[in-house]
């Protein structure tokens, strides 16, 4: 069983940077698929970012040249480093984790972007 816990979030002014860590106890990761997520109250939860075990990608548009995630299989961690931080991105960010048979969710860490 997979336990992911993020961390790294904060209040960051716009136009700042924080990078997010999903540690994962339990197993490695290298057989999931994983994910951030973002939620912001009263609205729909916002896929972000994914990586697979094998370098696979894929970016919600709204972070496209701002965000990058990463895996460190090594450290059994994924990054979701955050530049170029706006307004909008101030939410929840949740880590996720999942495979044929398996699917985890993290309680998420605080990100405010604000002046």
């Known amino acids: 069983q997979v336990q992911p816990v993020e961390s790294g979030g904060g209040l960051v002014q716009p136009g700042g940077s924080l990078r997010l860590s999903c540690a994962a106890s339990?197993?490695?990761?290298?057989?999931?698929?994983m994910y951030w997520y973002r939620q912001v109250p009263g609205k729909e939860r916002e896929l972000v970012a994914t990586?697979?075990?094998?370098?696979?990608?894929n970016y919600a548009d709204s972070v496209k040249g701002r965000f990058t995630i990463s895996m460190d299989n090594a450290k059994n961690t994924v990054i979701l480093q955050m530049n170029n931080l706006r307004p909008e991105d101030t939410a929840l960010y949740l880590c996720?984790?999942?495979?044929?048979?398996?699917?985890?969710w993290g309680r998420g860490t605080q990100v405010t972007v604000s002046s």
């Open positions: 996720r984790a999942t495979n044929r048979v398996s699917d985890f």
């Open positions: 990586v697979s075990a094998r370098g696979d990608y």
């Open positions: 339990g197993t490695t990761l290298d057989t999931y698929l």
